[in-house]
């Protein structure tokens, strides 16, 4: 069977409360390699927000070619990444670190001929569509359709002209980077959705234990696990200003 690892969101360029996160984005990237490595994993996915935003500094830019050539080097693993909202489309859409076209697909523009990158593995041909984020303005033109004025639109006309160049009969892996339609969101969730965030954004080790009440959850208690003790800090701090009595927060030091 194909093995294939997603990650997302690694908003390399960040900073917390004016400290550099670059020595614990480092960390991550080689957490991400070492499991391509260990888990001989084929796929890698990269979902977007591989940036924090359009002009990251140079020293992330640096930082994330230096991994991809490494994924490059020493793995086997085929690469599917996409641009997210925080990224420059164009930026994304220019890396071509790799050697080898039949194992990559980088997109960081909408297109409207989304060609699919085909692997094989014993069951058979598996077509995956990289579809990067675009804004409403962006996909109208690019579809020539001026009914598309949501997300979900967007979305649609991205999957729609995919759909039509991969082989009948393939399996099918869709990567893309999106708002969520259709949902709400409970005020006292905040403090979830925030330790998600920071989990996605710098890659801490991290746990939610959630205790349901009768209509809603009561309770979250985040365990983290940091690699320096001044970010230790700083969230035992940003955490303190949640000011939610059901939210408890324990910030631990490696281990």
Not at 105 to 114: K, N, P, T, Y
Not at 240 to 247: I, P
Request: glycine fraction near 8%.
């Amino acid at each position: 069977d194909m093995r294939i690892l997603h990650t997302a969101d690694l908003h390399l360029g960040r900073q917390f409360m004016g400290l550099s996160l670059e020595e614990d984005h480092e960390v991550v990237l080689g957490q991400i390699l070492e499991t391509l490595l260990v888990e001989r994993v084929d796929v890698l996915v990269i979902a977007g927000d591989v940036f924090d935003r359009a002009s990251p500094p140079n020293s992330s830019i640096r930082q994330f070619n230096h991994f991809l050539k490494r994924v490059a080097d020493e793995t086997e693993a085929a690469v599917v990444m996409i641009s997210g909202n925080h990224d420059s489309g164009d930026r994304i859409e220019a890396m071509s670190v790799f050697s080898t076209a039949s194992r990559v697909l980088v997109r960081g523009i909408a297109d409207a001929v989304e060609t699919p990158l085909v692997l094989s593995d014993e069951h058979g041909e598996i077509a995956f569509s990289a579809l990067p984020f675009s804004y409403e303005y962006a996909a109208r033109e690019v579809f020539g359709d001026e009914g598309i004025s949501t997300p979900a639109d967007v979305i649609a006309a991205q999957i729609s002209a995919a759909r039509g160049q991969v082989p009948e009969g393939t399996r099918w892996v869709v990567v893309a980077h999106a708002f969520v339609a259709g949902g709400a969101v409970e005020l006292r969730l905040a403090a979830c959705s925030v330790f998600w965030h920071l989990r996605l954004t710098f890659g801490l080790r991290l746990v939610l234990l959630l205790g349901a009440g009768v209509d809603h959850l009561r309770r979250v208690l985040a365990i983290l696990r940091v690699h320096s003790e001044p970010l230790r800090r700083h969230l035992l701090a940003a955490f303190s200003l949640l000011g939610d009595e059901d939210t408890g927060v324990c910030v631990l030091g490696n281990g």
